[in-house]
């Protein structure tokens, strides 16, 4: 079925090509023909206006003559020198009956109204027509002689007629046939062109997720070609990035929940097999505590799932940034020996869910409590685009290598900590997508000197990002 793609490609691009060309040259064929029409008629035409203006006058006297003689010796004269003119000629009397006639016009009823021509004698009347004869089309041209005659010149268009049958034929068999061999030649051509598409095609749809460290070469004699297998091979670099940071972060994540639930199933199985054990309660108070733990583990990558598909939402409510600040920085200040300075906190406010803001100003906190010596600072405040949001504090400071990195799932900086003091290693990366899908940035200033400094930048104005 695949194999029948690029084949119906070919197909379809080829007879629409092909009947493009054929209308075209149809139409090309037509307007030639009708402008070859018309240059034999003109060349006809003239020869008539030359014919009629000699005639007449080489004739005019004996004209005049025939009429003062009646039918006698000048009307015999006349038909003789009419039969011997090399033109095809009429002489038509008031009536309409000819009176004489040469060339072949001989036995030809009257080619022309002769009221037509004597109503108005001093122009031909319907010059250059074309009119029906026994045994031919003519193209004639008619004029008054003597007030009371007509004479026709009359030129024969058998030679035109099939001059033009001819040009018609060979249009009609020559269009036809230019465009089946056009149809072979793209259908040729295409099918050069997507043998390679082919190629990459069935390349790209035998790679398996196990092995997706293959890639498509790259043909070099074809930019276009070149930059389709670029475009094939950046997208298996995201494919095999993608899955390989899949696999990795449940990988980390089972390995994360692993502990805790050893740790629980262990004083599960110590409260089972001496229930009158005397650190019962201290014991269920851990688990208690590991329980939690694993809770705000799978809160946290059920979020991070939300974000990857999309589907985290972002409320659009004004939230005092400032509130939310002294909220939890009080919470720190109850719970840690840490001094915590708050000095350059100021009014901020911007839209959006009020709860998520909270996570991003949660784990920075906790991120500075982790590593802070002594002290942590916080500063909040507003500027032309948004607010700004940043947290220092005094401990070791981030790795210039890890700038990027930090906010990776499962990273942490110490990996000798033990899991109690440096946390899961997604609460930089849940901030991350928080404050991106506010349409914001987070950063760590790399020009701060003396510990870390993570700088949050929201609009106050952005449409949720998709």
Do not use: C
């Amino acid at each position: 079925m695949n194999r029948l793609l690029p084949r119906r490609l070919r197909t379809r691009v080829t007879l629409v090509a092909t009947l493009v060309a054929l209308g075209i040259m149809t139409l090309a064929g037509a307007a030639m023909l009708a402008y070859q029409e018309n240059q034999l008629f003109d060349a006809v035409d003239a020869a008539l206006e030359e014919s009629i203006e000699e005639t007449s006058g080489e004739f005019g006297i004996q004209f005049g003559q025939t009429r003062r003689r009646g039918s006698g010796q000048a009307q015999r004269d006349l038909d003789i020198r009419f039969r011997d003119s090399d033109r095809s000629l009429q002489l038509l009397d008031a009536e309409g009956d000819v009176i004489s006639a040469s060339g072949s016009a001989v036995g030809e009823p009257a080619l022309v109204d002769t009221a037509d021509v004597l109503d108005d004698p001093q122009e031909p009347v319907d010059e250059f027509a074309t009119v029906e004869g026994n045994e031919s089309r003519y193209r004639i041209a008619a004029t008054s002689v003597n007030d009371d005659r007509v004479l026709v010149v009359a030129y024969p268009l058998a030679d035109v007629d099939e001059s033009l049958e001819t040009q018609r034929l060979a249009l009609l068999l020559g269009i036809p046939l230019l465009s089946g061999v056009l149809g072979l030649l793209i259908w040729f051509v295409l099918g050069r062109a997507l043998t390679p598409v082919e190629t990459m095609r069935e390349e790209v749809s035998s790679v398996e997720p196990t092995d997706l460290g293959r890639r498509v070469d790259v043909p070099e004699n074809s930019v276009e070609l070149a930059a389709l297998a670029t475009t094939l091979n950046a997208m298996l670099d995201r494919l095999d990035d993608s899955i390989t940071r899949q696999n990795q972060f449940v990988s980390d994540a089972a390995h994360e929940l692993r502990s805790p639930l050893a740790g629980v199933r262990g004083q599960l199985e110590v409260n089972v097999h001496h229930p009158d054990a005397p650190d019962r309660a201290a014991s269920e108070e851990e688990m208690l505590a590991e329980t939690i733990r694993m809770q705000e583990l799978v809160d946290d990558l059920l979020l991070l799932a939300r974000a990857d598909s999309g589907r985290l939402e972002r409320p659009s409510t004004p939230v005092d940034l400032d509130d939310l600040v002294l909220e939890e920085t009080a919470r720190i200040d109850r719970a840690d020996q840490l001094a915590v300075n708050v000095e350059q906190v100021s009014g901020a406010q911007v839209t959006g869910d009020a709860t998520q803001l909270r996570r991003v100003i949660r784990n920075l906190l906790d991120n500075a409590t982790r590593h802070a010596g002594s002290s942590i600072w916080v500063e909040l405040g507003e500027d032309a685009g948004g607010a700004r949001l940043a947290v220092v504090d005094d401990g070791p400071g981030v790795p210039a290598g890890k700038v990027e990195s930090v906010f990776d799932r499962f990273t942490r900086l110490d990996e000798s900590r033990s899991r109690d003091a440096g946390g899961s290693g997604l609460g930089l990366a849940i901030s991350r997508e928080i404050v991106e899908h506010h349409g914001g940035t987070i950063r760590v200033d790399t020009e701060h000197a003396g510990g870390a400094r993570f700088v949050v930048e929201i609009p106050f104005h952005d449409a949720p990002s998709t």
